[in-house]
């Protein structure tokens, strides 16, 4: 359904990556939410115009600052990326 998708811009987006190969691989994105606060999601898609849609499903909160983000590790970001796939796919 269209309303469990919300979108991003590009220019919120700090990291494009994917969980190492125990987590199985999967594509995430970071982002500063409208809260202020960084995210992970694991599934989204480039719409036009440098936006991203992503469903609400398999969103997590990642941290409450830039500070905090720049203090984790990559296993950290990866294990809340898949933590944030695991939600979308119950």
């Known amino acids: 359904m269209l309303a469990d998708f ?5 220019g919120d987006i700090l990291l494009f990556g994917i969980t190492n190969e125990a987590l199985g691989k999967h ?6 939410a409208k809260d202020n606060k960084l995210h ?3 599934e ?5 115009n440098d936006i ?3 469903c ?3 969103d997590r909160e ?7 983000y720049l203090k984790l590790t990559v ?3 990866e294990e809340k990326a898949y933590g944030a796939f695991m939600d979308g796919a119950r």
């Not at 919300?6 to 590009?10: D, G, N, Q, V, Y």
């Not at 594509?27 to 500063?32: A, G, P």
């Open 6 to 10: 919300f979108k991003i811009k590009t």
């Open 27 to 32: 594509k995430f994105i970071v982002y500063l």
């Open 44 to 48: 989204f898609k480039k719409n036009k």
């Open 75 to 77: 296993l950290e970001i």
């Open 56 to 58: 609400k499903y398999y």
């Open 40 to 42: 992970v999601n694991a």
């Open 62 to 68: 990642l941290c409450g600052s830039l500070e905090e």
């Open 52 to 54: 991203y849609s992503c």
